[in-house]
Structures are given as structure tokens and as C-alpha cells.
T-cell receptor, first 114, second 109 residues
């Protein structure tokens, strides 16, 4: 158990809908990262937050947004869903945002868009 | 651009040794990470190298040569449970992790 909690584990929805994925980082970790992994593909970095502020952005679509709250949990919002958004979404956390920061991953949310 | 290269797939025999290579070209270097990912599961941290040389951790070892932009992960005494994808990631000058596409390792009895 990495200590990173993601909910829900599975989500099935329809095209055009909006969903929210939730992540609670490990105790003491200030950085949260979101990744998308489509079937048999590599990890695609979406966005990073550090202590409530956006720190880095990857290939995140405009239909997607995220935030980190004062209690350090984070939410990833996906809207106007398309079939191609079906994927595993991982959250990871690390202590800070510099070097030697090992990212610990949650178990992921499997999103199926029908 | 930034690039991480690793073989797409490798096959090895139970009990044997396998070496998974990773070459990288990044904007700066602040360390190299190896993660293991079983199908449908979360990546788990295996090793971190920032200085040249070999880091050994049980059956797994990781090597780094910064001058060559090269690393490898060595797995000894292979077990069936080692069947997984192995992800190489490099931390660039902005402290962002650049991920390779992963190497799928298949272990045969």
C-alpha cells in the first residue's frame, strides 16, 4: 500500500458527461501529480500541484482541469467526455518538488466512457 | 526535444538474468528512476540513480552513466512474478519526470 488513496476505483459513464476523480496524497506529501494511461500505452503526465499551487502542466486537454485543496487532497475534473478518454488515471504524490523526490502512486481510477 | 528510449518488449527464462536498457536525452539531469508496473496496477518505485555507478538492491540492480546518457536495470534470479513493465524516468533541469514508454518483460518457465 503506497499510502495514496484514489476514488473511485472504477467509473463508467457516457460520452458528453463530466466526472470528478479524487486523490488523497500520503501523509506529509505536498506534491500531487496526475497521469493518464491508455490501454497498453505509457504514462502521460497531465498536471502537478505543489502545496495548493499549480506547478507544472503536461499534455492536459482543455476539457480537463484539476485543483489541490488546503487539506492537500486533489481532484481531477474531466468534462465533455469522449470515447478516447477511457483510460486508467493515476495520482501520485511526493514529499516536495525537487530532486530525489520519489513519486508514490495510487491504485488508479479506471474510467470507461461508453 | 526530450527523449527516453527503452526496448518495447523482452523475454527471459525463470531463474536467469535480464538487463533492460534505457537511453535518454533530456534538458538537464537530476536523477533517473526505475519503476515496476504490473498490468492494470500502479507503478511502484524500484530505484533511483543520480551518480554514475551501480546501485544494488537485492535481486535488482540499476546502473547509470551520465556521460553516455545510459542506464540499465539488472534483474537476477528471475521469478514469474517479475513479469511486468519496467519504466525508466529521468528528472530534467526543471525537476520534471520524463517517462519512457516502458519495457514489457515476459518471463517463461
Amino acid at each position: 500500500d503506497s499510502g495514496v488513496t484514489q476514488t473511485p476505483k472504477h467509473l463508467i459513464t457516457a460520452t458528453g458527461q463530466r466526472v470528478t476523480l479524487r486523490c488523497s496524497p500520503r501523509s506529509g506529501d505536498l506534491s500531487v501529480y496526475w497521469y493518464q494511461q491508455s490501454l497498453d500505452q505509457g504514462l502521460q503526465f497531465l498536471i502537478q500541484y505543489y502545496n495548493g499551487e499549480e506547478r507544472a502542466k503536461g499534455n492536459i486537454l482543455e476539457r480537463f482541469s484539476a485543483q489541490q485543496f488546503p487539506d492537500l487532497h486533489s481532484e481531477l475534473n474531466l468534462s465533455s467526455l469522449e470515447l478516447g478518454d477511457s483510460a486508467l488515471y493515476f495520482c501520485a504524490s511526493s514529499v516536495a518538488a525537487g530532486n530525489q523526490n520519489i513519486q508514490y502512486f495510487g491504485a488508479g481510477t479506471r474510467l470507461s466512457v461508453l | 526535444g526530450q527523449n527516453i528510449d527503452q526496448p518495447t518488449e523482452m523475454t527471459a527464462t525463470e531463474g536467469a538474468i535480464v538487463q533492460i536498457n534505457c537511453t535518454y536525452q533530456t534538458s538537464g539531469f537530476n536523477g533517473l528512476f526505475w519503476y515496476q508496473q504490473h498490468a492494470g496496477e500502479a507503478p511502484t518505485f524500484l530505484s533511483y540513480n543520480v551518480l554514475d555507478g551501480l546501485e544494488e538492491k537485492g535481486r535488482f540492480s540499476s546502473f547509470l552513466s551520465r556521460s553516455k546518457g545510459y542506464s540499465y536495470l539488472l534483474l537476477k534470479e528471475l521469478q514469474m512474478k517479475d513479469s511486468a513493465s519496467y519504466l525508466c524516468a529521468v528528472m530534467d533541469s526543471n525537476y520534471q519526470l520524463i517517462w519512457g514508454a516502458g519495457t514489457k518483460l515476459i518471463i517463461k518457465p
